[in-house]
T-cell receptor
Framework: GENVEQHPSTLSVQEGDSAVIKCTYS??????FPWYKQELGKRPQLIID?????GEKKDQRIAVTLNKTAKHFSLHITETQPEDSAVYFCAASSLTSGTYKYIFGTGTRLKVLA | NAGVTQTPKFQVLKTGQSMTLQCAQDMNHNSMYWYRQDPGMGLRLIYYSASEGTTDKGEVPNGYNVSRLNKREFSLRLESAAPSQTSVYFC????????????FGPGTRLTVL
């Protein structure tokens, strides 16, 4: 079946450094790739997304890149801050049975050290 | 505009008991989803509904049933709870025809003893 692999599972960086999280998907029909941030005890919230017709998207300190040929997409966070500490999930979405189904990666716990 | 709401927030069941988790959205979204989240395993899709009156199985449907009562509400039922169903359950919804983001509810933390 479809799956999404996410690496690393944990990531520690010094405040001000950059963090990169990578995901690989298996379903070539996937065409939408959101990234969610989840703080402890809270619901996942969208931080950035990218569609398959775009190679890169940036929103202030956050960027996402997509390589459709290799089925890879990555989250880049620059100038990390302590409030960036959370679990980050990638997902790949494709049209199934009249709607879009999302397959999630297993998450990356990011710790930003002050 | 409350977004996606879930009840209850917490629940403890004994093995074999049944219960229904409720989810409602007020954003006029067509599609709704139920996920479970276990440590180290991300979010796994249990069931989803493309529109009122339709439901489909996701990755881990065994032991669960769902009802799309109307456009707003999508409930998840555990007929005979098992310890393996201890998890955090999230409901989500999204608008419609194009690929776009899901909006999640606050979650239900379920413990089965």
């Amino acid at each position: 079946g479809e799956n999404v692999e996410q690496h690393p599972s944990t990531l520690s960086v010094q405040e001000g450094d950059s963090a990169v999280i990578k995901c690989t998907y298996s379903d070539s029909a996937s065409n939408y790739f959101p990234w969610y941030k989840q703080e402890l005890g809270k619901r996942p919230q969208l931080i950035i997304d990218i569609r398959s017709n775009v190679g890169e998207k940036k929103d202030q300190r956050i960027a996402v890149t997509l390589n459709k040929t290799a089925k890879h997409f990555s989250l880049h966070i620059t100038e990390t801050q302590p409030e960036d500490s959370a679990v980050y999930f990638c997902a790949a979405s494709s049209l199934t049975s009249g709607t879009y189904k999302y397959i999630f990666g297993t998450g990356t716990r990011l710790k930003v050290l002050a | 505009n409350a977004g996606v709401t879930q009840t209850p927030k917490f629940q403890v069941l004994k093995t074999g008991q049944s219960m229904t988790l409720q989810c409602a959205q007020d954003m006029n979204h067509n599609s709704m989803y139920w996920y479970r989240q276990d440590p180290g395993m991300g979010l796994r899709l249990i069931y989803y509904s493309a529109s009122e009156g339709t439901t489909d199985k996701g990755e881990v449907p065994n032991g669960y049933n769902v009802s799309r009562l109307n456009k707003r509400e999508f409930s998840l039922r555990l007929e005979s709870a098992a310890p393996s169903q201890t998890s955090v359950y999230f409901c989500a919804s999204r608008q419609g025809a194009i690929a776009d983001t899901q909006y999640f509810g606050p979650g239900t933390r379920l413990t089965v003893l």
